[in-house]
């Protein structure tokens, strides 16, 4: 069986267009990833199991994206010691503050880390900053990236100077 580091989970294919953004980018700092749909509600046991697999795989981190009651995070981090990080996914209702609440709101014991909703790519670096601790080709991608980030911030600077 194939080894990934971080796992992306969502309960259904209607997050993917959120999670994808994940996915894209860690594959392109070279984080190796597997994505799955597994529903918290409509298959529990296949969620239990799977955290047991991804331990024994030695995943570094988990990303799960959810909407509405969104208990896929806390779920996912009830039954394992992996970080979890959780996605909250927009809904019609109430624009995702829902999911917001469900993430962020666990019990002691029971941490997930929330990004903002729809906040994938902070996920995945939040996930990318983790494997950083123990990979330094990872670590030097990331700091690249933020470097190229204050770039960006003085190439708006210029721009705004100039109008």
């Known amino acids: 069986m194939k080894k990934y580091d971080v796992v992306i989970v969502m309960g259904s294919e209607s997050d993917y267009p959120v999670m994808k953004k994940s996915q894209k980018l860690l594959k392109k700092w070279g984080v190796s990833t597997n994505t799955q749909i ?58 995702g503050l829902d999911s917001l609440l469900s993430i962020v709101q666990m019990p002691t014991g029971v941490p997930v880390a929330t990004v903002a ?34 770039v960006k911030v003085k190439q708006m600077q210029i721009k705004l100077k100039k109008r």
Not at 125 to 139: F, G, Q, R, T, Y
């Open 38 to 95: 597994i529903s918290a509600h409509r298959t529990p046991q296949l969620l239990e199991k799977s955290v047991k697999v991804w331990e024994k795989l030695n995943v570094k981190v988990i990303i799960a994206g959810a909407g509405g009651s969104a208990h896929l995070p806390g779920m996912l981090a009830s039954f394992s010691v992996l970080p979890v990080i959780g996605v909250p996914i927009s809904t019609k209702n109430f624009n």
């Open 117 to 150: 909703v729809g906040g994938a790519e902070n996920a995945a670096i939040l996930a990318a900053e983790i494997i950083a601790l123990s990979n330094k080709k990872i670590n030097a991608k990331l700091v690249n990236y933020k470097k190229q980030l204050k």
